[in-house]
Structures are given as C-alpha cells and as structure tokens.
C-alpha cells in the first residue's frame, strides 16, 4: 500500500524560509509525477509545484514561482519543497501527492490528477 508522510511544516515570519519533506513508500520512484498541495479552510486545494522524476520536470504555481522549488531523492524516494521569502498569504495545511505515471498536462497542479495523498504539515507564516 503506498504511503507518504510529510514532515517540516511549522511557525515562521514573513520573509522567512522552510523545507518540507515527503517520504514515498511502496511506489515507484523513478517514473512518478510527483505534487505539492496546499489548503486553506473554506478553500479549495490548490497546486503548488510538481515534478516528474524520471526527467526532473518540474512545474510552478504562479503564486510560488521563484520562491518555491520542489526537487526529488530517488535513493531516498523522498520529495522536498524548498520555501522562502514566505508570506502570510502561503499559511495553509501542505499535502504531497504522487501517480505513478508521468505528468498529464492538463493535470498538474489538479487534486484529480492524483491517487495517492499524504496526511498534511500545517505551515504558519506570520506577518
């Protein structure tokens, strides 16, 4: 059964930066397209930045663009979202997802192009 657990979310000011991480287990790591999510309460899920791992494609959400950057560790089956120059606006509960296929166009950044969810890292940025 594949399983992901996320980890590093927490309190930082504005300006600031954090690293989130996502252990993948029990799916292939070579050949998956791989997401961040974020949500809000009241909110829809949103896509935050993706990656397939066989080519290190990523993608971005306009609102993270150049302060975002996701990445992948094939030995460790691990993927990261490297965040800085947070903002208050980025609070949200943070969810890896992942498909163990590559990345469909039109469904990068959409909760639908995803099977496999994790439980979610609270990131607080305070202004």
């Known amino acids: 059964q594949v399983r992901l657990v996320e980890s590093g979310g927490g309190s930082v000011e504005a300006g600031g930066s954090l690293t989130l991480a996502c252990v993948v287990s029990?799916?292939?790591?070579?050949?998956?397209?791989m997401a961040w999510f974020r949500q809000t309460p009241g909110k829809k899920r949103e896509g935050v930045a993706t990656?397939?791992?066989?080519?290190?494609?990523?993608y971005y959400a306009d609102s993270v663009k150049g302060r975002f950057t996701i990445s992948h560790d094939n030995a460790k089956n691990t993927l990261y979202l490297q965040m800085d120059s947070l903002k208050p606006e980025d609070t949200a509960m943070y969810y890896c997802a992942a498909e163990d296929r590559e990345c469909l166009w039109d469904l990068r950044l959409q909760p639908s192009g995803y099977n496999s969810w994790g439980q979610g890292t609270q990131v607080t940025v305070s202004s």
């Open positions: 029990e799916f292939p790591p070579n050949s998956a397209c």
């Open positions: 990656i397939y791992t066989a080519a290190g494609t990523t």
